[in-house]
């Protein structure tokens, strides 16, 4: 068997702090565990150190419309058709600590995806500041124009 099936949940963990106002339950995060690739010679052969965590955006309880919208449509690239959340960590040896690389990682792309977003504010440039930049380019322009052959005068 190359990739282990087993989902597990940890009950040791209560809850997944995400921010402030939003603490998921444990209960709604599973684990995964395969054989990681790469160098590692018997080791990376028998045991399964890598870890996808898994969180199901789409049904969770926990999450409120706006919230599951927002992640939905920002991490779009990471969710699948079923509105899974995958996280893959083979970072290290260590299933453990791998299990906490991915956590991490979990937790900082919900931080990152619920965060709002300031709505940018159009400005126009100043009169000044226009008039800095003809100045610009018409020195840019003199330069450029001192590079030039000189012309040469066709009745000569």
Do not use: C, W
């Not at 939003?22 to 995060?29: D, K, Q, S």
């Not at 018997?42 to 049904?59: C, G, I, K």
């Not at 779009?76 to 453990?96: H, N, P, Y």
């Amino acid at each position: 068997m190359l990739m282990s099936d087993a989902i597990e949940a940890f009950p040791a963990e209560d809850a997944i702090i995400i921010e402030s106002g939003l603490v998921i339950p444990a209960g709604e995060v599973r684990y995964r565990f395969s054989r990681s690739s790469g160098p590692g010679g018997q080791h990376v052969n028998r045991s399964e150190t890598r870890v996808e965590l898994l969180f199901d955006v789409a049904h969770s309880p926990t999450l409120t419309e706006a919230q599951r919208g927002r992640l939905l449509s920002r991490l779009a690239g990471m969710v699948d058709g079923e509105g899974v959340l995958r996280v893959v960590s083979a970072a290290t040896r260590s299933q453990v600590e791998n299990r906490a690389d991915a956590l991490r990682r979990f937790q900082a792309l919900l931080r990152s995806a619920l965060r709002r977003r300031k709505r940018r504010i159009p400005t126009q440039p100043s009169a000044a500041a226009r008039q800095r930049r003809l100045d610009q380019k018409r020195a840019r322009s003199r330069i450029k124009q001192t590079r030039r052959p000189a012309l040469r005068d066709e009745h000569e």
